[in-house]
């Protein structure tokens, strides 16, 4: 099988199938385009979700705190305690465990999430450092996101721009290969979005006014996250290329290295599907909070396209992201 996470059939068929039990307290169940489980809780709704880091070998403590908060965030929640896992090669030394340590309380603090617990082991059974992390987050119940209540026509708005953390791992990772074709500036600069990827603070404001579906774009950037979205949904969606928000270092790099910047890991940026009449009390709110917003599509009885050079073509599945052609 390719690098990366197992294609939407395998994940159907060989995973999801194969989950049989079923209790009254989850309120949303795994499938394709949901970022969390829900649980019942009373009043409260506890909201779940996991993630490794496996693309990266620089801040990786830093990013795997964002990336299971942006997942809570997706479904409007507020991160409350985060499980951390740690798999070790033999050649991992104490500096480094604490580099990874150290970056993770710093962005748990930024967050006001806690690390309430996890598992830290050294083992031959990985080739180098694996971080996998759970955060539990809670929501009024009244909040919880229904994919179900999308309606055709709602408006389909991302936040920021997009491939904001594949273009920081790619800055990071093949920086010795970038620096000749970069000016410094452009290279602190690509490396500086590691800084933009949490989406917390969009998913708080969007849960608070209420939408029927968010989703935290990673794996497949944004194309694989909208028709992911499209899945959950069970609807269509048609979007506009030339409305998508690609910062100039992103697309320079992607031309340097011949790669996708709408297939690109693309934790940072918040796909939201609004209401009409959410749309605009959306955009402000944001806005107000220094939040980059774009509306660029809507959502249409069936069929996921993009309109490019004035011609609709299909926004198909791939199994790989563009982050693994390079890395």
């Not at 964002?66 to 500096?95: F, R, W």
């Not at 270092?249 to 992607?254: A, S």
């Not at 509306?295 to 299909?314: F, Q, S, W, Y």
């Amino acid at each position: 099988m390719k690098i990366g996470k197992v294609s939407n059939e395998i994940l159907q068929e060989l995973v999801f199938k194969n989950i049989k039990n079923r209790r009254n307290e989850v309120l949303t169940r795994p499938a394709i385009g949901e970022d969390c489980g829900v649980i019942d809780f009373g009043e409260l709704a506890c909201v779940v979700s996991t993630d490794p880091i496996t693309g990266a070998s620089q801040n990786i403590g830093k990013l795997s705190v964002h990336i299971s908060c942006n997942d809570v965030a997706s479904n409007g929640a507020d991160p409350v305690g985060i499980l951390m896992t740690i798999l070790a090669p033999e050649t991992t030394t104490t500096k480094e465990l604490d580099k990874i340590m150290k970056e993770a309380a710093d962005t748990a603090c930024e967050l006001d999430v806690e690390i309430i617990g996890g598992h830290t082991e050294i083992t031959n059974a990985v080739n180098k450092i694996v971080i996998s992390t759970t955060v539990i987050g809670i929501q009024p119940k009244n909040k919880v996101p229904n994919s179900k209540n999308v309606k055709v026509g709602d408006k389909v708005i991302i936040t920021k721009s997009v491939g904001i953390e594949g273009i920081s791992i790619i800055a990071s990772e093949l920086e010795s290969k970038l620096k000749d074709k970069l000016s410094a500036n452009e290279l602190e600069k690509a490396k500086a979005f590691i800084n933009s990827v949490s989406v917390v603070k969009e998913g708080k404001i969007c849960g608070e006014i209420g939408v029927p579906y968010m989703h935290d774009i990673t794996e497949g950037g944004l194309l694989g996250g909208v028709w992911e979205a499209s899945r959950c949904i069970d609807k269509g969606i048609y979007i506009e290329k030339d409305a998508i928000p690609v910062d100039n270092i992103t697309m320079k790099i992607c031309n340097i290295l011949n790669i996708n910047p709408l297939r690109l890991i693309s934790s940072g940026s918040m796909l939201i599907i609004s209401p009409v009449d959410k749309v605009e009390d959306i955009l402000q709110k944001l806005d107000q909070n220094n939040i980059q917003a774009s509306l660029i599509g809507h959502v249409t009885e069936e069929g996921i396209k993009i309109m490019e050079n004035k011609e609709i073509k299909d926004i198909d599945f791939l199994e790989s992201d563009e982050l693994y052609k390079v890395i």
